[in-house]
């Protein structure tokens, strides 16, 4: 049924969370995205499953993310959903939430499919073998229309974006964020504490690689930041390690 949906959707976006990344599925979500020609949008938690550099990657969604993704979303005569739980700050309100798509949900657990948003198909498992499952039956498919709309949506965006912060001899925090990716060229192992510094981080660092970005979700602990970059140099001596800490 989930092929189904898939060979036959006309404006495909995958939904991308961090149980991606906890399925060690990368390399099969990028082949996923490119064999079906689907937008990838990601969760705060997802941020590194797919290369931000990657044209199809449409970067973060929901509360925070920008205008032009949650639109797309929104337009999508499909989701798929891989490894995130629908919680609030994606959804927005839930009557409004992509009424014209259907619904696959990939998720390791049982309890979270149609919890918040009711799904046409939940896919129990871990993301990694699910996609293992899936690739064999893809029908690469024509979605050249699609792709160009969202370009149009990009390219026409006037939300959150550093060229709209005007050199006005302020410090803007886009700006600082921008230029510590710039200075570290997007190879640097980022650990956010928690607040709207955390949102800057994950709108204006582009993160190439997995596990880049160390942030806390869920229970949101103030400090984290810190003691956690901390623990990062220690996992991982020869990283370039940056904590962004304070609003």
Not at 112 to 122: Q, T
Not at 149 to 164: E, F, V
Not at 201 to 225: C, D, K, N, V
């Amino acid at each position: 049924h989930a092929l189904d949906l898939i060979n036959g959707a006309s404006r495909p976006v995958m939904l991308v969370g961090h149980g991606v990344i906890l399925g060690a599925a990368e390399d099969l979500l990028k082949a996923f995205a490119e064999r079906t020609s689907s937008p990838v949008a990601m969760t705060l938690l997802g941020i590194g499953a797919f290369p931000a550099s990657h044209p199809l990657n449409l970067g973060m969604m929901g509360l925070h993310g920008e205008a032009w993704v949650n639109e797309a979303v929104q337009q999508a005569d499909l989701l798929i959903a891989i490894g995130m739980r629908f919680d609030d700050r994606v959804t927005g309100r839930l009557a409004d939430f992509a009424p014209n798509a259907r619904k696959i949900h990939v998720e390791i657990d049982p309890a979270e499919v149609n919890k918040i948003v009711k799904v046409d198909v939940g896919l129990i498992g871990d993301a990694r073998e699910v996609l293992e499952s899936l690739l064999p039956g893809i029908t690469p498919g024509d979605r050249t229309p699609w792709l160009a709309h969202i370009a149009g949506l990009r390219r026409h965006a006037t939300a959150r974006s550093i060229q709209h912060f005007d050199d006005d001899g302020r410090l803007y925090a886009a700006h600082a964020i921008h230029d510590l990716w710039e200075a570290t060229r997007g190879r640097a192992l980022v650990v956010t504490d928690v607040g709207q510094h955390q949102m800057w981080e994950a709108q204006y660092y582009r993160h190439e690689s997995t596990r880049s970005l160390i942030t806390s979700g869920g229970l949101g602990p103030m400090g984290f930041a810190v003691p956690a970059a901390i623990g990062a140099k220690l996992a991982r001596p020869d990283a370039d390690v940056w904590a962004v800490v304070g609003d």
